[in-house]
C-alpha cells in the first residue's frame, strides 16, 4: 500500500490508500466471470439490497481458499489500519468499551459482513447513502478510457462533479465545507466509517466503472 493519507475536514475520518494489484485482479478476474453471464449474474444478484441506479450490482464468489484468505485478510487490515489510527487520536470510543483502552486491534478483531461489486456505465449513478457495520470502504478495479480526460474537463465547471465520490457531515457555513471529493482511480481504497452519507455522481464516457464495497465490524478476540 502506499503511504496512507488521513482526510479529516469535519469530524469523521476518511482514509484514502491503494491496495496491491494481486487483490485487484483477483477481484476483477471473478467479476469478469459473473458479470459477462447473465445466469451467474441473476445468482449473485446484490442490487435488492442496495440503493444504486447502475448496470448490475453482485456479490463475490470467491471459491479457491488461498485467494479467499488473501482478499479478507488485505480487507481486514485496512480496518486495522483505520482503527490504530484512531486509537492514536484518542477517538476509537467504541473499540475502548469494546476492548479496553490499551488493546492493540489485530487481524481477528474484525468481522467482514458483506462486499460485493458495483459495475457502472454511462448516466448511472449511486444516490445518497450510509452503509452497516463500523468500517466501510471502496475500492476501484476498473475505469473507463476517456474518464480521466472528462474528469479534467469537468474541473473546470462551477461544480465539478463527473465520476466522482462525495462524503457530506454536518452543514456549509463560514470557513467550513461539508463535503469532500474523491477521484476514481484503479487500485485506490477509500474507507470511512460506516454511517457516513456519500454519493457516486454519474460520468458520461464510453466503458465500464468496476468498484467493489465492503463493510466490517469490529469484535473483541
Request: hydrophobic letters at 35%; proline letters at 5%; glycine letters at 4%.
Amino acid at each position: 500500500m502506499m503511504i496512507p493519507n488521513w482526510h479529516e475536514p469535519y469530524s469523521p475520518t476518511i482514509l484514502e490508500s491503494t491496495v496491491p494489484n494481486k487483490f485487484v485482479k483477483i477481484i476483477n478476474r471473478i467479476g469478469d466471470e459473473v458479470l459477462s453471464d447473465d445466469v451467474k449474474s441473476k445468482q449473485w444478484d446484490w442490487s435488492n439490497n442496495l440503493v444504486g441506479k447502475v448496470h448490475k450490482e453482485i456479490q463475490i464468489p470467491i471459491t479457491d481458499k488461498e485467494e479467499k484468505q488473501y482478499l479478507a485478510d488485505v480487507m481486514k487490515q485496512g480496518c486495522v489500519e483505520y482503527l490504530e489510527h484512531m486509537r492514536e487520536k484518542k477517538r476509537a470510543y467504541n473499540w475502548y468499551k469494546l476492548a479496553g483502552l490499551n488493546t492493540v486491534p489485530t487481524l481477528k478483531n474484525i468481522h467482514l459482513t458483506q462486499s460485493w461489486i458495483v459495475s457502472q456505465y454511462a448516466g448511472e449513478y449511486n444516490p445518497w447513502h450510509k452503509h452497516s457495520g463500523d468500517f466501510s470502504a471502496v475500492i476501484y478495479l476498473k475505469l473507463p478510457k476517456d474518464m480521466e480526460k472528462e474528469i479534467v474537463a469537468d474541473h473546470d465547471d462551477h461544480y465539478p462533479a463527473n465520476g466522482l465520490i462525495e462524503f457530506m457531515y454536518g452543514e456549509a457555513c463560514d470557513f467550513r465545507s461539508d463535503g469532500l471529493k474523491f477521484k476514481p482511480e484503479v487500485g485506490k481504497l477509500l474507507m470511512f466509517p460506516s454511517y457516513l452519507k456519500h454519493f457516486v455522481y454519474p460520468f458520461y464516457s464510453k466503458g465500464e466503472r468496476r468498484s467493489m464495497s465492503y463493510n466490517a465490524h469490529m469484535i473483541a478476540k
